[in-house]
């Protein structure tokens, strides 16, 4: 029989075979070539290949595939084995499917620390022993679906079916269904934008979370519902808008002129050039049922007024534009003095407004904690508005005060974890707490504090249970009026004028220069010895 003939055998043969072959030594008696590579048989290539002759050469054939790679001890390494093991072989892969889940395998490890913002952050990879776990895989899959926003459906698509039997044959992929269980199980908020009202479905969760653990809720859900701010703050914004008067009016269909049509738009032009005026872009128009654009119009409206005067003074367009004729009805406007001074006003109004809605907007950050600084502010606004000097300030003011009172007039109505947020910033605890309440409540600001104090010890005897043991505790302190001068006198960016925050940092600097001089109080307040 021809060599080329010979059919892969084992290693004993082999060797045999060759050991016959080689002449004989009168000096020196060579060991067997099993005994020669007994070492090398403990490579792990070496489990999954046979080695055999073929042509005068030594090969090693694949254990579950027909691949065969030369093996001469001499001349060739193992790479190529363990590569065809850990990368190529599908059979093999099955066969490890077929097996004990935890079987370990040589593989390419890629560790992730976090899910972040950038993709190549917290990303390694090492070669090593690594162990399928099907349990750790479901749940990466339930994390891809979240942080990628994926639809549940995402996980019975051919595709992906066929990326997972190629690349992880042993992972039975779940159904949709599936994947919705194990994502309940990691809740940790549900947003509900589309529900006016979700009292039924937050008892409904409430429900859910207990029946699935004792402990599923933190204080069976006391605290579980959470009012978005910056819906309340448009509701309450909408009910003062009802109180705008012509002027607004006017500036609106003085924009509407405007941009009615390309002519229109050029002869504006052509007055902001002749005004001089320096600035990048140009008037808005609003959408009445939304009060931030009108906000928007009348802030960008406000610093092309020259230009619109001009127009009056110069379009006779723009002057039979608000006349009207026989087929359109006279329109409100064009704008005088008194609509751009009213304007300036609503500004001024709006503006506290509008940047609190854009920072209870953000997504890319933690905004609980910003809930009671904006509360205190807009608290503080419309108590000095409200007996304002300006009749039309104050007549907004009281409107808006009626709605603040229905949704944050009453700690009762308030979610006080939003308070307990900045009760744990270290810059204001309890003090600042203590010392707000001492401007809007007076005489029962303290009760007021304590319920507070009482909600975060009882969070933290909640959590002590379920982890660790401590004591709770908590502080306070009192502080005093705050002098707001009229809102009228205010310049455009004087609204920071209603933040409480930078009074209490002046009182507490004064009480700490107070205690520092006084040795006195210090000494009462050490222990006994």
């Keep these: 029989m021809n060599d080329d003939n010979v059919l892969p055998t084992n290693v004993v043969n082999s060797s045999s075979s060759r050991s016959e072959r080689t002449p004989n030594s009168d000096s020196v008696e060579k060991p067997p070539l099993e005994e020669k590579l007994k070492g090398r048989q403990s490579f792990d290539a070496w489990n999954h290949f046979t080695r055999y002759q073929e ?21 060739n390494g193992t790479t190529n084995m363990n590569k065809h093991i850990q990368k190529q072989c599908k059979q093999y892969r099955a066969k490890l499917a077929s097996s004990d889940p935890k079987q ?22 090492s070669l090593g022993l690594g162990v399928f776990n099907k349990d750790d895989t479901r749940k990466a899959l339930a994390e891809m679906i979240i942080v990628d926003e994926l639809p549940f459906r995402f996980v019975e698509k051919r595709g992906f079916h066929n990326f ?34 979700n009292a039924v479905a937050i008892l409904y969760v409430k429900r859910k979370l207990i029946s699935w653990h004792a402990d599923g809720a933190i204080l ?45 738009f050029e002869s504006f032009k052509r007055s902001v050039e002749h005004e001089k005026i320096q600035h990048k872009g140009l008037v808005v128009l609003d959408v009445p049922t939304r009060w931030n654009s009108t906000y928007l119009m009348l802030a960008s409206a406000l610093k092309f007024v020259k230009a619109f005067d001009r127009l009056d003074d110069e379009d006779g367009n723009y002057q039979n534009y608000f006349k009207g004729n026989s087929n359109e009805p006279k329109r409100v406007g064009p704008p005088c003095f008194e609509d751009w001074e009213n304007a300036k006003v609503f500004v001024q109004f709006l503006k506290t407004f509008y940047d609190v809605t854009l920072q209870f907007s953000g997504s890319l950050s933690v905004t609980s904690n910003l809930y009671f600084h904006k509360w205190s502010t807009i608290n503080n606004q419309l108590t000095s508005m409200s ?4 009749h039309l300030v104050s007549q907004m003011a009281s409107s808006m005060r009626i709605k603040f009172e229905k949704y944050w007039g009453s700690l009762d109505k308030t979610n006080k974890l939003l308070i307990v ?14 010392y707000c309440f001492s401007v809007f409540y007076g005489a029962t600001s303290h009760e007021l504090t304590s319920n507070i104090k009482n909600a975060l010890v009882e ?26 001068p009229s809102f009228c006198d205010l310049q455009s ?27 006195v109080e210090r000494y009462l307040l050490e222990p006994v010895e």
């Design 55 to 75: 042509g005068g050469r030594m090969r090693a054939q694949c254990k579950y595939c027909p691949k065969n790679y030369a093996c001469d001890s001499n001349t």
């Design 493 to 519: 960016d004087d609204s920071s004028v209603f933040d409480l925050s930078i009074a209490f940092s002046e009182t507490v600097e004064n009480e700490d220069n107070i205690m520092c001089k006084n040795e």
């Design 387 to 390: 007996g304002d000097v300006n």
């Design 104 to 125: 370990t395998c040589l593989v390419k490890q890629t560790s992730i620390t976090t899910f972040t913002t950038s993709s190549k952050e917290g990303c390694g990879s």
């Design 164 to 197: 997972c039997r190629v690349g992880m044959p042993r992972f039975d992929v779940p159904s949709r269904r599936t994947i919705v269980r194990d994502i309940l199980q990691m809740v940790f908020t549900i947003t509900v934008d589309n529900a006016a009202s």
């Design 459 to 484: 969070l933290y005897e909640c959590y002590s249970a379920l982890y660790s043991g401590g004591d709770g505790g908590g502080g306070g302190g009192d502080g005093g009026g705050v002098e707001v």
């Design 421 to 434: 947020a900045v009760v744990l910033d270290p810059r204001y605890k309890l003090q600042y707490v203590s």
């Design 220 to 264: 069976d859900g006391k605290y579980l519902h959470l009012r978005c701010c910056a819906h309340i703050v448009n509701l309450i914004v909408n009910d003062g808008l009802g109180e705008l008067n012509d002027s607004v009016v006017a500036i609106r269909n003085a924009v509407k002129f405007v941009k009615s049509s390309p002519s229109r």
